[in-house]
Structures are given as C-alpha cells and as structure tokens.
C-alpha cells in the first residue's frame, strides 16, 4: 500500500447493477459518475452486469455514488 499513500482515502468498490443490460447502459453509467467530482474511475460491464467505482472518501459517499446511478435508472443490489 506504500505506492499510493499519498491518495488516503482513496477507495475502491463493485456495485452490483441488475438493469444494466447493454452497452448503451454501460455509457450511461461511466458519464454519469465520471462527472462526478471525487470519482477516480469507473468501469461498467454488461457481462457482470456491475460497475467498479474507484473514488475518493473525502470527496464523494458510497452513498451518493448510489443515488446517482438510481437516478439513471440502474439501483445498486446489496
Ligand atoms: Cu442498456
């Protein structure tokens, strides 16, 4: 962990979206969080039909990344 210490809060999720059923939903998904401020990454997949979310604590909650992408149209499964 030494590589990135100086990113602290730096951390990285896999959301389970059910609805995301094809590459248009995979667009939707990544615009929709890459332009939010605090997101470092996201990558959305049709086969796993799941987003990797790598974002920084301090800046954004899991909590919005998910209303966000319910806003969209693609709830986070739990
Ligand atoms: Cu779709």
Redesign the pocket.
Known sequence: MSDISDIQNLRQVTLQTPD??????VKTIQETLGSLDGITSASASEDTKSVDVEFDEEVISLGKIESALREVGYPVQR
């Open positions: 995301l059923s094809c590459s248009h939903c």
